[in-house]
């Protein structure tokens, strides 16, 4: 499986990816539910730099631990 790295996100887009693990994700320790992963729609935050990055990513890509992921709730409201 492909997964991307803080280092990845690029101000125009993404690197193209030099990092791959297996599909079992039982074998790691830090790992968000798979459906965040498969959102939809989420940011993707480089968050260790001094120029912090996003991108926005609509192909439910797998992200490592250098980066953040921010995802919307379809149905919120300003209430």
């Known amino acids: ?3 991307y790295k803080g280092a990845d996100i690029l101000s125009n887009g993404l690197k193209k990816p030099s990092t791959y693990i297996p599909n ?3 074998l790691y320790q830090q ?3 798979k459906h965040l ?3 939809e729609v989420k940011i ?3 968050f260790i730099s001094s120029n912090l990055g996003f991108f926005c990513d609509t192909a ?3 992200i490592l631990n250098s980066a953040n992921m ?3 709730k379809k149905n919120s409201s300003n209430k």
């Open 1 to 3: 499986m492909t997964v």
């Open 24 to 26: 079992d994700l039982s």
């Open 31 to 33: 790992v968000a539910p």
């Open 37 to 39: 992963y498969e959102a």
């Open 44 to 46: 993707i935050c480089k």
């Open 60 to 62: 439910q890509r797998y």
């Open 70 to 72: 921010l995802i919307l």
